[in-house]
């Protein structure tokens, strides 16, 4: 599967953005979505993850409250709605998927098999 970001940029503190994960293929229903980001200097972090039974959805401690993972299987697309944005949150960010994750390793980045090219988000103070 191929997965494409977009909905990144440039907002204030208090902002709002909504990231989009569009992925190709049919089986996009089949895969467990998450997103994850990256700030300069840091290393790669879990941010959210929803699952593709039930749509249970999970989120790391600093976003928990703010953002919000979703998908749409109709239109193959994941989304990551982020409210009350700080500047801690500046960051490029990935969406990924894998097929089947088992609960225990969906904040490893390393247990997702597919991911996207990443979108620049900014938070300005």
């Known amino acids: 599967v191929q997965l494409v970001e977009s909905g990144g940029g440039l907002v204030q503190t208090g902002g709002s953005l909504r990231l989009s994960c569009a992925a190709s293929g049919r089986t996009f229903s089949s895969y467990d979505m998450g997103w994850f980001r990256q700030a300069p200097g840091k290393e790669r972090e879990f941010v959210a993850a929803?699952?593709?039974?039930?749509?249970?959805?999970y989120y790391a401690d600093s976003v928990k409250g703010r953002f919000t993972i979703s998908r749409d299987n109709a239109k193959n697309t994941a989304y990551l709605q982020m409210n009350s944005l700080k500047p801690e949150d500046t960051a490029i960010y990935y969406c990924a998927a894998s097929f089947q994750l088992p609960g225990y390793r969906l904040r490893n980045g390393d247990a997702y098999r597919y991911w996207g090219q990443g979108t620049q988000v900014t938070v300005s103070s």
């Open positions: 929803v699952l593709r039974i039930g749509g249970s959805t």
